[in-house]
């Protein structure tokens, strides 16, 4: 073992620096995440939080709250000297500053060698989204993935708005809808459900994305909201799109919570689980002054006993009962009976 080699973090911190310096990164832009940092060095969250947290106070990078770690606009590029030592520090040799004619030449014909296309620009924007959230996604740091500029990327894409808005009709297209489908009205509006929710699982921004004050125009995910509705009958349009709307705002609204969930684990280096049990001791000095036993009455459950999931099932049983009143109700109107007595179903698990 090299005991004069500088620790994982410090290597970390020195490359991040330097792309600092070479004009990679400029001051407002977002730098590696943690989880970026565990990937791409292969290392420990707590050493990609340790490198983010030297660089934060040497004044390169400052946490911006809702946006993450960026580059500090009060940040200065090191000498070429000094970017030479802390690239022989870290084993990488030295490295150039920024480029002349040739690189930029070079840069023009990776441009117009036709590697670009709007899907490969789509995906890349949703492996960005999905690894650091929506915030994370521009098109400078797009085309940082594709070693070209920006104005590349404007061939494809009129801007961000339009990207985003092809990345969330993309992830849409995943969806594959079950054959044969459920006949029954509740078990069509369940599995539904539970498509868009597993769709909110694999891409955790995309419910904070999607409206339902200013709807995007979205075939795909308006064609799996008229697959999930497809056998409630004896319903006005109008009712029966607030009952859609009801059904994808509970799946929405809870689903919203996990790109928070991912950008906190970011900005603070800690999964869930983590976070909970650092905030374990101050929840149990407010418990225990006893005025507040539905608290208490969890004991050592707390932890699991309400998580996304659970939400997600408890609700989601609640609005079908709640559906059920209606359409059971309409159907005795239509047929002259007295509507029958609903029973709740019990949340799963």
Do not use: C
Request: glycine share 10%; proline share 6%; net charge positive.
């Amino acid at each position: 073992m090299d005991r004069s080699a500088p620790p994982p973090y410090r290597r970390i911190a020195d490359e991040i620096r330097a792309r600092i310096t070479a004009g990679d990164l400029a001051p407002g832009d977002r730098v590696p995440s943690t989880r970026r940092i565990t990937k791409e060095w292969g290392v420990a969250m707590a050493t990609a939080t340790k490198a983010l947290t030297a660089l934060g106070q040497e004044g390169v990078v400052q946490v911006v709250p809702g946006v993450g770690t960026v580059v500090a606009e009060t940040s200065t590029a090191v000498s070429s000297k000094q970017l030479d030592e802390a690239s022989a520090q870290a084993g990488t040799g030295p490295r150039r500053v920024s480029g002349g004619a040739g690189e930029r030449k070079e840069r023009r014909a990776r441009e117009a060698d036709g590697g670009l296309s709007r899907a490969r620009i789509v995906r890349a924007g949703i492996g960005i989204a999905d690894a650091e959230g929506l915030r994370a996604v521009s098109m400078r740091r797009v085309a940082a993935g594709f070693g070209v500029s920006s104005m590349a990327l404007y061939r494809y894409v009129a801007g961000k708005d339009e990207l985003v808005l092809l990345m969330a009709d993309a992830v849409f297209a995943e969806v594959r809808v079950p054959d044969p489908a459920p006949e029954g009205w509740r078990e069509r509006m369940e599995a539904g459900a539970r498509l868009q929710w597993a769709l909110y699982r694999r891409h955790p921004w995309l419910a904070q994305y999607l409206s339902v004050s200013r709807p995007q125009p979205m075939p795909r995910a308006m064609a799996l909201i008229e697959w999930t509705m497809a056998r409630v009958e004896g319903m006005d349009p109008v009712t029966l799109l607030h009952l859609a709307l009801t059904l994808v705002n509970h799946v929405r609204g809870t689903a919203a919570s996990l790109e928070d969930d991912l950008e906190a684990e970011q900005r603070t280096g800690l999964d869930r689980r983590q976070w909970m049990a650092a905030m374990g001791p101050a929840y149990e000095r407010i418990i225990r002054s006893g005025r507040y036993p539905m608290y208490a009455g969890l004991g050592g459950n707390g932890e699991d006993a309400v998580t996304l999931d659970t939400l997600f099932e408890f609700g989601l049983a609640r609005v079908l009962d709640g559906v059920s009143v209606l359409v059971e109700g309409r159907t005795a109107l239509v047929e002259g009976r007295t509507a029958p007595a609903v029973r709740p179903r019990p949340a799963a698990g």
